[in-house]
Every structure is written in structure tokens, then in C-alpha cells.
């Protein structure tokens, strides 16, 4: 078992960036691929972003490839989200999930959740 919590949201103007950090108990952590996802108000909870169980493959949605960037870091259980030229649209709550598949964008599939941490761009 694995338990998740997230830090670093914020308010940032459009075109800012924000750093985002999953911190995970256990020892178990590279045992576990984690992803990013969010949900805005009215909306379906989306996927973001994905790292593998070693860091050595990634995945992300179209909307925030080539802005936002997923790292981890194994020994410090941890898991990042930089997130650079943010626009309005990706105001929402990011979630960070731990699932024992490979890598999966299906939130049906992730087992542990954090609590989330609320992301606003304003425009």
C-alpha cells in the first residue's frame, strides 16, 4: 500500500510555470508507475501525464505535451510535475495516482489517489 500526498498548487498568470510534487510513504514506491490527472469543475477527472515504475518511459495528453514535463525520483519517493506555459484552461485540481500496471492513462486503473491540490491560471 501506498499513500500519496501532493503540494505545489497555486495562482499563477497565464505563461507562468508551477512545480507540482507527489510525495509517497512506503518502500514500496518503485513498485508502482504514477500519474498525473486533473479535473475542472463540471468536468470528468483527465489524464495528465505518466512515468513508469523506473522513470525510463513517460506518456501525456496532447493537451499538455511539450508544457509539462513528469519526473520521479525513486530514492526520495517522490514523483514532479513542471508545468510551464500554463494557460487558463489548465486550471483544475491535479491528482496524483499509483498504479501497479506498467503504464496506464485509464484512472480506472490506479489504485492509491492523493487528496490534490488546486492549480488556477489566470488569464
Known amino acids: 500500500q501506498v499513500q500519496l500526498v501532493e503540494s505545489g498548487g497555486g495562482l499563477v498568470q497565464t505563461g507562468g510555470s508551477l512545480r507540482l510534487s507527489c510525495a509517497a510513504s ?21 489524464f495528465v501525464a505518466a512515468i513508469s515504475r523506473s522513470g525510463g518511459s513517460t506518456y501525456y495528453a496532447d493537451s499538455v505535451k511539450g508544457r509539462f514535463t513528469i519526473s520521479r525520483d525513486n530514492a526520495k519517493n517522490t514523483a514532479n510535475l ?12 491535479y491528482y496524483c495516482a499509483a498504479t501497479t500496471s506498467i503504464l496506464d492513462i485509464q484512472k480506472t486503473s490506479y489504485d492509491y489517489w492523493g487528496q490534490g491540490t488546486q492549480v488556477t491560471v489566470s488569464s
Open 82 to 93: 513542471q508545468m510551464n506555459s500554463l494557460k487558463p484552461e489548465d486550471t483544475a485540481v
Open 26 to 46: 512506503g518502500r514500496t514506491f518503485s513498485r508502482y508507475a504514477i500519474g498525473w490527472f486533473r479535473q475542472a469543475p463540471g468536468k470528468e477527472r483527465a
